[in-house]
Nanobody
């Protein structure tokens, strides 16, 4: 099991940038997991935004490709999401997830465990 703590959210104008971080702690290390970012806007379902597997392979949701970049530093047990050219539609709570599966679409499958979630960090983009 691991605990996930997100940071880096905030308020920015459209066209701006933010970098989200997710610190992984606990008896297991980040390198054991396929990691991803999800987001949930007010009144909408949670959706997968980007994911990165243990070997560095990445996947993105259509609509964020070319603007967002997911990366991981397993030495620091940290997952990142660099968000550029932000749009008002990117406004949401962003969640970090750790799963034992592999990449499918823009997310990691659960694999042989329930997966772990962080508590989220809010991103607000204004026009």
């Amino acid at each position: 099991q691991v605990q996930l703590v997100e940071s880096g959210g905030g308020s920015v104008q459209a066209g701006g940038s933010l970098r989200l971080s997710c610190l992984v702690s606990g008896p297991n290390t980040a390198q054991q997991y396929c990691m991803g970012w999800f987001r949930q806007a007010s009144g909408k379902n949670r959706e997968a935004v980007a994911a990165i597997d243990r070997d560095g392979s990445t996947r993105y949701k259509e609509g964020v490709k070319g603007r967002f970049a997911i990366s991981r530093d397993d030495g620091k047990n940290t997952l990142y999401l660099q968000m550029n050219s932000l749009k008002v539609d990117d406004t949401a709570m962003y969640y970090c997830a750790a799963r034992r599966g592999s990449l499918v679409g823009a997310m990691c499958t659960l694999g042989d465990g329930p997966g772990e979630w962080g508590h989220g960090t809010q991103v607000n983009v204004s026009s």
